[in-house]
């Protein structure tokens, strides 16, 4: 994904992880690493199965 390597000081994108038994996690690729749990708890998750 291109946005994974741009210049920005702040990126935040949908990224779920895949677990081995199927499930999902809601989670978000952000730069900087930790910023998606700031968002997350002022914000609450990233609606990803409505996005």
């Known amino acids: ?3 994974k390597r741009c210049g920005a000081d702040y ?3 949908p ?3 895949h677990h081995p038994d ?3 996690s ?3 690729y952000t730069k900087p690493e ?3 749990g700031v968002l ?3 914000l609450g ?3 990803l199965q409505h996005f």
């Open 11 to 13: 990126v935040c994108m």
């Open 45 to 47: 998750d990233f609606p």
């Open 22 to 24: 199927g499930s999902e």
């Open 1 to 3: 994904m291109l946005s």
């Open 15 to 17: 990224a779920p992880v």
């Open 40 to 42: 997350r708890d002022a």
């Open 26 to 28: 809601l989670w978000c």
């Open 34 to 36: 930790l910023y998606y």
